[in-house]
């Protein structure tokens, strides 16, 4: 049954205003708060001593003021419990901590001319801010039950506040909690800044200390926007078409055109691209390294030529900030489109408004541009159906050939073929047309679609010229009320016909977009898995067609709201208990994999381009099935592992440091950045450690041991598998930080799939894994045991079949008398079996012998050929009646091929 639509946007925005991402206040004593108030005496609110307290703040009257000017933006709480010790951000001046554990929201009432102040107890909130700087005893595990604990304790009538150094020291071991016993007697805003300016902190220590007062905080314009969007969403009441669809299971197949883009994707990429017209809801599943993002910027490529607008949204902005710079760079779409992401991306849309008006646009050059490539297209399919002909007929007359027992008409069919096709060079003459022809087509589609999409936008914005005056007047002022209400009267679809590609973070939406339904024809939502589905809704809202992007293997959003909680907010909009409404556990890509009405909606990307076999293929096996095709498979990259253990002898102290680990990943950094530092091209380098506490003790070396020059030149970039998720670096070193004496629950963070699933697959060329813990200790069924095991024990997997058949032993013995060696029979690679392989001058030919009896009898398929050729492969196929002819002009063709 499908849920209303008031009901459903009530509830995830209810879940999300629980998880408000917004309070994240780090130090009360900054500028940023001039109305701070601090409680003297005792906290007379939070223990229930009085209902309301006098409320002496000397600016109260500003005070209120503000809050009745920005009640939207602003909001007044009362903080409690208050955290003592200095920055690590290296950025800020003002090192000083001094963030409130608790926000209550408060009320000033007005009694008898007097102020009071008054907290409403059940709407407290966690201050983020300080969760961030708590080091939890384990894993994240500690944070969950920490806010478990803590809510249950602010729940009790007349609640034992003792009892809440007993559950910070339980789960925390950077704090020091002695002061708490204070309670309810409270430092003064005097005692803690002589406090702070007295003490020293080191090693990321903090203090808790009972401290009570008000900080009028601006709210967070993120989390706002968010919370904005689902409130219109519903009072709408109605969901966008294909979200209805999705939940009722209806499933639409729209019928699709053959793309210009076919050419540049495989098969899987080609048929998430005719997905994303095919059906209104589709799912790109895109491993570690399968060229998701290439993916996603072909698909809005071929959407905008096809005069659709498209929407790109992630969670964070590194996602966005990728897929910006394949468009820019890979199809030169730089002018073409809008990065609300971006600095002053007002400034920059502003400025190609007014191009645009002015007249200041290139000339246009397409006109012949598209039936040149239709023209390419047709005879790129005449000449891949002429190739499987031939092929056939080779195969034919091989089956002739090798039959002893022949009646009269085969007999005269083989005489045929001999006299027609055997021993001519024709197979490789049309394969050698289509790859040059495959060649001209990747260049002359660049260029169309550049052309095609500026054609566009000089059509629209002449077509559309007043809806930009409107627009750019909207951009130009400087009240964000104003912006609002001007834009207003824009028809943004006419906007959108030209600047069709968005590129936005989910939770900026709302002040860059109206809620208009299916304002856009496609939108396309990537890192999905991080994405938590009440800030995903919004960007759903607005969408015709969605394709949902990501990885269920990889790192899901995290949240804080308690199962309880969730459990409520269904009770209070009658909803059943459906894993759909589970916010906390399941990302959007969640909700859409169990959605989908047919797996044809679901592509899933195969081949692995990122990677060496040594380094992708524990993650290949363990968590995909051993679906991936490794693509970096040549004897070059499985010659040796590119993978090295390296094994110290350090051991996890009670801050969640290894100090070993990570002074040896400091010295293997220098040594690596002495060894390349002279070279044109350096590695881009990645340190990954699971723990924070480990993987910001490595930042504090880096930024003592290495210039910023080195760091930038080197591309640097320390941090946890939930920093790394999306990026990746040439060479990665990672710290597991514990040893054999490490507490157990710090083994279980490591044993989480999604962990190491994300944590061993950032390299793409060589990786270091600096480890403490004897694998003889570890529990055989752990991740961390058969990762440390695999390393130790890898074989590149399917070693070459070396036994040879007839054809295979007369090319390689011509070869090796023509002085090219370096010839391997049957080498796996990219989730084939190569008939002959030879690495030389750099270069690697594969040899695919057709029509000799036997395992490689058949050719290989057009698209193999393509996927082999992606790998750096050059490909000639070899058909045994043109050997048999001319064994030597074979082998100069080949000579030609390692030559050229």
Not at 438 to 458: C, D, F, M, P, W
Not at 787 to 804: A, P, Q
Request: aromatic share 12%; hydrophobic share 40%; net charge neutral.
């Amino acid at each position: 049954m499908i849920p209303q639509a008031k009901d459903f946007y009530q509830y995830f925005k209810g879940c999300y205003r629980l998880d408000y991402r917004e309070f994240f206040v780090e130090n009360v004593l900054s500028r940023k708060y001039p109305f701070k108030w601090f409680v003297n005496g005792e906290e007379e609110l939070l223990t229930e001593i009085l209902p309301i307290i006098p409320y002496n703040n000397k600016k109260v009257a500003d005070l209120e003021k503000e809050l009745a000017l920005y009640q939207i933006e602003k909001t007044l709480f009362y903080g409690v419990f208050f955290v003592l010790g200095e920055s690590r951000n290296p950025l800020i001046k003002d090192k000083r901590v001094c963030a409130p554990l608790f926000l209550f929201p408060a009320t000033i009432e007005t009694l008898d001319d007097e102020k009071y102040l008054s907290i409403d107890r059940d709407a407290f909130q966690l201050n983020r801010a300080v969760l961030e700087l708590f080091d939890a005893a384990d894993s994240q595990n500690s944070k969950d039950q920490f806010v478990s604990e803590i809510s249950e304790l602010l729940e009790e009538s007349n609640p034992d506040f003792i009892r809440l150094q007993s559950i910070v020291n339980k789960h925390f071991f950077n704090v020091h909690t002695k002061e708490l016993l204070m309670t309810p007697r409270v430092w003064s805003e005097s005692s803690i800044k002589n406090h702070l300016k007295t003490t020293s902190y080191s090693e990321g220590n903090f203090k808790i200390v009972p401290a009570a007062g008000t900080v009028l905080v601006k709210k967070s314009e993120s989390s706002l926007k968010v919370l904005d969007d689902l409130s219109g969403m519903a009072e709408g009441n109605k969901f966008n078409v294909g979200f209805q669809n999705l939940l009722s299971g209806k499933n639409e197949r729209a019928p699709v055109n053959s793309s210009i883009y076919k050419s540049r994707l495989n098969t899987d990429q080609y048929q998430a691209l005719q997905n994303a017209y095919r059906f209104e809801n589709s799912v790109v599943v895109g491993p570690p390294g399968t060229g998701k993002s290439y993916t996603i910027t072909n698909i809005v490529s071929d959407a905008v030529i096809n005069e659709q607008s498209v929407l790109v949204v992630s969670k964070t902005k590194q996602a966005v900030e990728v897929l910006r710079s394949m468009l820019e760079d890979d199809f030169k779409l730089k002018k073409y489109l809008i990065h609300t992401t971006g600095r002053n991306h007002r400034v920059s849309l502003k400025a190609k408004i007014r191009r645009y008006m002015s007249g200041i646009v290139a000339p246009l050059y397409i006109s012949l541009e598209y039936k040149k490539i239709q023209k390419w297209f047709t005879r790129l399919t005449e000449l891949q159906i002429k190739f499987e002909n031939l092929v056939s007929q080779e195969l034919k007359l091989s089956d002739l050939s090798f039959n002893s027992e022949l009646n009269l008409f085969e007999k005269w069919h083989r005489f045929y073929l001999n006299a027609t096709v055997a021993g001519s060079t024709r197979i490789w003459d049309v394969f050698h047309e289509i790859e040059e022809l495959t060649g001209k087509l990747e260049i002359a589609v660049s260029s169309y679609t550049k052309g095609k999409i500026q054609y566009n936008i000089r059509h629209f914005a002449d077509l559309f010229r007043t809806d930009l005056s409107i627009f750019y007047d909207a951009l130009d002022t400087n009240s964000f009320s104003q912006y609002k209400r001007t834009l207003a009267k824009v028809k943004h679809a006419n906007i959108l016909k030209v600047f069709p590609i968005w590129l936005a973070n989910l939770s900026e939406l709302n002040s860059v977009l109206p809620l208009q339904q299916e304002l856009f024809d496609l939108v396309i939502i990537d890192e999905a898995t991080q994405c938590d589905i009440a800030s995903a809704l919004p960007a759903i809202y607005r969408a015709k067609r969605v394709v949902i992007v990501g990885d269920p293997n990889q790192l899901r959003h995290y949240s804080f709201v308690s199962k309880a909680s969730q459990r409520e907010m269904r009770n209070k909009y009658n909803l059943p208990d459906d894993k759909i409404y589970d916010y906390r556990n399941r990302s959007i890509l969640d909700l859409y994999l169990s959605k989908v009405s047919s797996q044809d909606q679901v592509s899933f990307l195969r081949e692995h381009f990122r990677s060496t076999p040594s380094i992708i293929e524990f993650s290949n096996q363990q968590f995909y099935g051993g679906q991936l095709q490794v693509l970096k498979s040549t004897p070059r990259h499985t010659h040796n592992s590119q993978i090295r253990l390296v094994r110290t002898a350090g051991t996890r102290n009670d801050q969640g440091i290894n100090r070993v680990e990570a002074n040896e990943i400091v010295s293997r950094l220098k040594e690596l950045m002495r060894d390349k530092e002279e070279l044109q091209l350096v590695p881009s380098i990645g340190v990954i450690s699971p723990f924070s506490a480990q993987a910001r003790h490595i930042n504090q070396l880096i930024r003592d041991n290495f210039e910023i020059e080195q760091i930038k030149k080197f591309d640097l970039f320390c941090g946890t598998p939930y920093n790394f998720q999306g990026s990746e670096r040439d060479v990665v070193f990672l710290s597991f930080c514990v040893s054999d004496d490490s507490h157990p629950s710090a083994f279980i963070h490591l044993n989480k799939p999604e962990v190491m699933n994300v944590a061993i697959t950032r390299a793409r060329s060589y990786q270091y894994v600096v480890t403490s813990v004897d694998v003889n200790v570890l529990n055989t069924r752990t991740l961390l045991f058969q990762y440390l095991r695999f390393i130790d024990g890898f074989v590149h997997y399917n070693l070459e079949n070396k036994s040879l058949d007839r054809f295979q032993k007369e090319v390689t013995a011509a070869l090796v008398e023509k002085g090219i060696d370096g010839v391997r029979s049957g080498y796996p690679l990219a989730g084939s079996v190569l008939d002959l392989l030879i690495s030389q001058n750099g270069k690697n030919v594969f040899i695919d012998l057709i029509g000799y009896p036997g395992s490689f009898k058949s050719a290989f398929s057009i698209e193999r050929y393509n996927t082999l050729t992606r790998t750096g492969l050059i490909c000639f196929p070899l058909h045994y009646s043109f050997w048999q002819k001319d064994q030597m002009g074979a082998i100069e063709l080949i000579e030609s091929l390692l030559h050229n």
